[in-house]
């Protein structure tokens, strides 16, 4: 029998999920602001499987009903199907931005209008670079950014979207470390960058 993908779910069955897909990892990686840590949560593991992708995307449109939500937008590459599964579960249109000259954009013909009510998703944040970079997008195209959802907030509060409401699934505190102070370096385990996130991308 097919499971029904919009019942709800609790923080600590999200967590079973990220483990079972494989997408919360245990080794050693280098992370994205140049610090290390024992410890990488991947989104596309469990992304990868539409069914739970959809009950991710319920779960946290959920948390904006009544907020009148015209569009849902994330940043390529981690945003995209979160976007999508949001939009889907609100029943509105979902788009993406990508980087154009080292800019956020949006590309492929997307256009938002002004006063557009706009949610902005993301898969994973840590400082929520790249989600602050689409909220100004937004707004310099006029449009309204009423809130902010991820899967996983790995930013210890520390993330603040100019008061807009920020909304996760899932809070994890991950521990990191400078490189000259890491403990697995010190232990000699082999570092790895895990994702295909560049230079320019601050998630």
Do not use: W
């Not at 015209?70 to 609100?90: K, Q």
């Not at 979902?94 to 998703?121: C, S, W, Y």
Request: hydrophobic share 40%; glycine share 12%; aromatic share 4%.
């Amino acid at each position: 029998m097919t499971e029904d993908c919009t019942a709800k779910i609790g923080q600590n069955e999200i967590l079973q999920i990220f483990k079972d897909t494989g997408a919360l990892l245990q080794g050693h990686f280098l992370l994205t602001s140049g610090k290390h840590s024992a410890q990488y949560m991947q989104c596309a593991q469990v992304l990868q499987h539409p069914r739970i992708a959809a009950q991710l995307g319920q779960a946290l449109a959920d948390k904006f009903t009544g907020k009148k939500v015209e569009t849902v937008i994330g940043p390529a590459m981690g945003g995209i199907i979160v976007a999508h599964e949001v939009g889907r579960a609100l029943g509105v249109k979902a788009i993406f931005t990508e980087r154009q000259n080292g800019e956020m954009a949006l590309r492929r013909g997307f256009l938002l209008k002004p006063g557009e009510r706009v949610l902005v998703v993301e898969d994973v944040i840590t400082t929520g670079g790249s989600v602050q970079e689409v909220i100004k997008l937004v707004r310099e195209l006029g449009a309204e950014p009423v809130g902010v959802g991820v899967l996983v907030d790995r930013s210890g509060g520390r993330a603040d979207f100019d008061g807009l409401p920020l909304h996760s699934l899932l809070q994890m505190q991950i521990e990191a470390f400078a490189a000259e102070d890491c403990p697995l370096c010190a232990r000699g385990v082999p570092c790895v960058k895990p994702g295909s996130r560049n230079k320019n991308d601050n998630t």
